[in-house]
């Protein structure tokens, strides 16, 4: 597997079971994708989620019917308890060429991450279903030790230009970029005072 970032505005997102895995799976998708939900029963922590309910007991219908919820789906999530349903619709989706998650059964071919999301910056970390724990732990962590990184991310973007005005070399404006973010003063400014940080990395790196 290799890790990539997809655009699924408008895309087709079908979550199978309703329960509270597949709760998550689809507040995952809700915030860009057109998610369903497919279930006969669904988790009180669907309520809210801007998502479609398709009401039906999955156990009971026959392939034609689960390829028929399956045209024009982009991707599709098996999230029921039942590990051979969810393997049933995973061959289908490979019939299908609908990309797949399986949450219980034999591996898809998507893994969801967990994520650290900032306003600025994306992150995804997986450990390929091996240890849900340790993505936990990591996401933590980056959680709390980079508070500062949407700030920093603002300052670098707002810094860039100001120094391709004042430094021609590239690789002397990459090492500056690189000095401000190591900068210790500076990173705990940013945590409340974004004018003083951005101060202080004017007069340190660009005024020097």
Known sequence: MIPLMLDLTARRVLIFGGGDVGARKAAFFE??????????????DLDGLAIRRQETDLSALPDEALRGFLSGAFLAVAATPDSGLNDRIG???AEAGVLFNNAAGEPGDVTIP???RGSRFLVAISTRGKSPAVS???????EADYADLDMMIELQEEIRPMLRETEPVQAERARILWEILLDD????????????????AIERYLHA
């Open 31 to 44: 915030h860009e994708a057109e998610v369903t939900v497919i279930s006969r029963s669904f988790s009180p």
């Open 136 to 142: 936990r732990y990591l996401r933590m962590r980056l």
């Open 91 to 93: 061959r289908l989706c």
């Open 185 to 200: 003063e500076i990173r705990a400014a940013l945590a409340t005072d974004y004018g003083r940080a951005r101060a202080l």
């Open 114 to 116: 967990s994520v650290v």
